[in-house]
């Protein structure tokens, strides 16, 4: 795709102002910047690197691969990586000086063959199950871990760094589940000072990190909110910040034509003109990551103005309603962005199409362009 035609214009500017402003919030606990899918879709390296210009202590991967390529882009910093397959080969994380996740004592087992074979000292993060259950260690299993995970760094083929959970509903201030995670979360420590150990703990996500002073803890790990969105409507007022959304995507018109009433648009002619309009085409669809489910319901902004998407969203386009004013091929389409000129943002079109903004920017795809500007 030509990027005069369609782009997602990454601002680096707003996320480094973004992880600034998020340091001083949560100081003196540390910062990781949260950099997976390929950094929530803004571009993994150039988020990295202004993330790193901003002060990020650490960066968070989900997959093995992703903590590699930051490494291979030239970072040195401390990266945490948590999630990888029972046939991946741990080796090139630790021979890379990465920090791994470990949540049960078959991967504590598999961690130190890894330091065996590349000759180091592997660093590792005692990942318990507070609550989420989705990933971590039962807490049954929890002390056994712990005594495996110190004798091995009595023999220094281990270092624990951290023991860490993830909460599950942290977006929600008053949630229930948030005091018990967080108790269960201390009993693990406790566990785990019990059996000699003396990490670091790690709880946070960008909710916790901005509304739960008592989360913080050492580090927290902030995804969304570098990037400018907040996990949930209100939570950077409530946390008494100001965020900036960092991804605006754009198209050009590619058509525009007049209708005239009872003209049905695009598959299943599921919008029908009641009046005559003048409607335009915007290049991008569900191939794009423009998600099919907010058809008849999302809109655009066109030069301050707001024009409705009309039909079924297509894989490659979409069109929208100009109304009587019209408008001409070429004309810039803006589908989400900061919100500073009245466009629409990442947060609005989540809502409309039932999710969150976290899934609004991740699924911006491969085909479009990425744009960057606001370099340091
Ligand atoms: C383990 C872990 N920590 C932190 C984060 C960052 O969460 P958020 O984007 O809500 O800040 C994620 C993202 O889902 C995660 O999986």
């Given at each position: 795709?030509?990027q005069?035609?369609?782009?997602a214009?990454?601002?680096?500017a707003?996320?480094?102002s ?15 910047v949260v ?6 879709g ?9 993330a790193?210009?901003?002060?990020a ?8 691969d992703?903590a590699l390529?930051l490494?291979?882009?030239g970072?040195q910093?401390?990266v ?5 397959g029972?046939?991946e080969?741990?080796?090139p994380?630790v021979a890379?000086?990465i ?7 078959g ?9 065996a074979?590349?000759?180091?000292t592997?660093r590792?993060?005692?990942k318990?199950?507070?609550g ?19 004798a091995a ?13 993830h ?7 008053g949630?229930?589940?948030?005091p018990i995670?967080?108790?269960a ?14 990490p670091?703990r790690?709880?946070?996500?960008s909710?916790a990190a901005m509304i739960?002073?008592?989360?913080r803890f050492?580090l927290v790990?902030i995804g ?5 969105i907040?996990?949930?409507?209100g939570?950077?007022e409530r946390?008494g910040i100001?965020l ?17 009433p ?10 029908t ?17 423009v998600?099919?489910?907010g058809t008849?319901?999302v809109?655009?902004?066109l030069?301050?103005?707001?024009a ?5 969203i297509?894989?490659d386009?979409?069109?929208v309603d100009?109304?009587a004013?019209?408008g ?7 589908l989400?962005?900061p ?5 629409p943002?990442a ?19 491969a085909?479009v ?8």
């Open positions: 795709m030509h005069q035609t369609a782009s214009d990454i601002d680096l707003a996320i480094r973004n992880v600034a402003i998020l340091r001083e919030l949560v100081a003196p606990a540390a910062v990781m950099v997976k899918a390929d950094g929530y803004h571009g993994m390296v150039p988020v990295a690197r202004a790193r210009a901003a002060g202590d650490w960066l968070g991967a989900a997959f093995l992703e390529r490494r291979e882009s970072d910093g401390r945490l990586c948590w999630l990888y029972p046939e080969d741990l080796t994380l890379a000086d920090d791994v996740s470990i949540q049960s004592v991967q504590l087992a598999r961690v130190q063959a890894a330091a074979e590349s000759g180091r592997a590792i993060h005692l318990i199950d507070t989420l259950s989705r990933n971590g260690c039962d807490a049954a299993d929890w002390p056994a871990l712990c005594a495996d995970a110190a760094e009595r023999t220094g083929t281990v270092e624990v760094v951290a023991v860490w959970s909460l599950a509903a942290a977006d929600e201030p949630h229930p589940s948030v995670q967080q108790k979360f201390d009993v693990a420590y406790e566990q785990a000072e019990l059996a000699g150990l003396r670091q790690h709880l946070a996500n909710a739960l002073p008592n989360a050492d790990r969304i909110a570098a990037y400018g907040e996990p949930a409507p939570l950077a946390a100001a900036t959304p960092a991804m605006t995507l754009r198209a050009q018109l590619a058509a525009v034509h007049a209708i005239e009872g003209t049905s648009v695009s598959y299943g002619c599921r919008w003109a009641t009046e005559a309009t003048v409607v335009g085409l915007v290049p991008l669809g569900y191939g794009d990551g998600p099919r489910h008849n319901r809109e655009v902004g030069a301050g103005r707001r409705p998407n009309r039909g079924t297509c894989m386009q979409f069109v100009l109304g004013t019209g001409a091929i070429g004309d810039e389409a803006v989400f962005g919100g500073f000129d009245g466009e943002t947060a609005d079109w989540a809502d409309w199409c039932g999710t969150i903004g976290y899934e609004i920017v991740t699924r911006i795809g085909r362009p990425r744009r960057y500007r606001g370099e340091a």
